[in-house]
């Protein structure tokens, strides 16, 4: 059985250190031989008898259905093998919740896997990196680098997010949620406001 976990982000070093970028760190934290690839770099790992293939598109956000498309076809991986790893503005910073499936929340990246894969009904791991910015400033929030308080958390996010990840491929998506999504961190409702649309700079949103 073939799994495809997808970290999203956007490729360069000029965007490694972004919020943007933290599925590129939590799946770069399972593995160390990196492959460049068709549309990415790939790794391969195996856990609990499962091949896990690990992507990291080099598309830039916005095209990143373009390699999930592919290399789901390119393995025959089915979608409920799929797993992305993302970040998620309406979750506070360091709180994680798996989903089965669920809107793109303007997220771009999801958009464009929505519309070259047939819809939302996969499972994303969503990251949370807070929403501290003004109205209208969320592409240069999102494409900004972390504050140090942040950057002290975040090995125990991508620790805790690498779990997850080897959970989803290792025993599903139910009992992962069960496990994992019971926290007592409460998750931020999204307000309507234009904060909440990604606009951006070309290319890398």
Known sequence: MKFLVVGLGNPG??????????????????????????HGQLARIKHRGK??????????MNLSGK??????????I??????????DLHLDFANIRLRGK?????HNGLKSIDQLNDGNKYARL??????????????????SEWTETERKGLPDLVKTAGEMVLSFCGHGLQNT??????KPKKEKEAKPSDGNKEVGTPKAE
Not at 52 to 57: H, I, M
Not at 102 to 106: E, F, I, R, S, V
Not at 126 to 143: K, M, S, T, W
């Open 13 to 38: 070093d000029k965007y490694a250190e972004t919020r943007h970028n933290i599925g590129f760190k939590v799946i770069e934290s399972l593995a160390g031989d990196w492959q460049n690839v068709s």
């Open 51 to 60: 091949q896990v293939l690990l992507l990291k598109p080099d598309t830039f």
């Open 67 to 76: 390699a999930v498309r592919y290399w789901l076809q390119k393995e025959g």
């Open 78 to 87: 089915p979608k409920e093998n799929l797993l992305v790893v993302v970040d």
């Open 102 to 106: 669920g809107a793109d929340a303007g």
């Open 126 to 143: 969503r990251c949370g990196i807070g929403r501290d910015f003004h109205p209208g400033e969320q592409a240069n929030y999102v494409l």
């Open 177 to 182: 949620m069960s496990k994992f999504n019971n």
